[in-house]
C-alpha cells in the first residue's frame, strides 16, 4: 500500500490550499482516511478523518474553514483549505486505517505566511 500526498506549498493568509492523497495497493472502500499535521516542536495532531462509516471529524481548529472529501473512483481523498492562518503551517500527512494495517502518507509542507 502507498499514500501519495500533493497540494501542498504558500499561501497567504486567508488564501486556500487543496490538498491530495492518492491510495494504490489497497481497496479503497471501507477504510478510514484522514489528514494529520505537524507543526515544528509539535506533535502531530488530527486535523480531520472520514471513518468508514463516512462519520466526518474536524479539530476544532479547523471547523468551518477545512473540508475533507473523498473520490472513491480515483482512490483519492481531499483536503480544501479555505481562509489559512499562520497557525496552519505545518507538514500534513495523510493517513490511511485498514483492516491489515495502518499506513502514511510522505507528507506535504503547508506554509501560511504573508
Known amino acids: 500500500v502507498q499514500l501519495q500526498a500533493s497540494g501542498g506549498g504558500l499561501a497567504q493568509p486567508g488564501e486556500s490550499l487543496r490538498l491530495s492523497c492518492a491510495a494504490s495497493g489497497t481497496t479503497f472502500s471501507d477504510n478510514a482516511k484522514g489528514w494529520y499535521r505537524q507543526a515544528p516542536g509539535m506533535q502531530r495532531e488530527l486535523v480531520a478523518v472520514i471513518a468508514s462509516g463516512g462519520t466526518i471529524t474536524y479539530a476544532d481548529s479547523v471547523k468551518g474553514r477545512f473540508t475533507i472529501s473523498r473520490d472513491g473512483a480515483k482512490n483519492t481523498w481531499y483536503l480544501q483549505m479555505n481562509n489559512l492562518k499562520p497557525e496552519d503551517t505545518a507538514v500534513y500527512y495523510c493517513?490511511?486505517?485498514?483492516?491489515?494495517?495502518?499506513?502514511w502518507g510522505q507528507g506535504t509542507l503547508v506554509t501560511v505566511s504573508s
Open positions: 493517513k490511511m486505517v485498514t483492516t491489515v494495517g495502518v499506513y
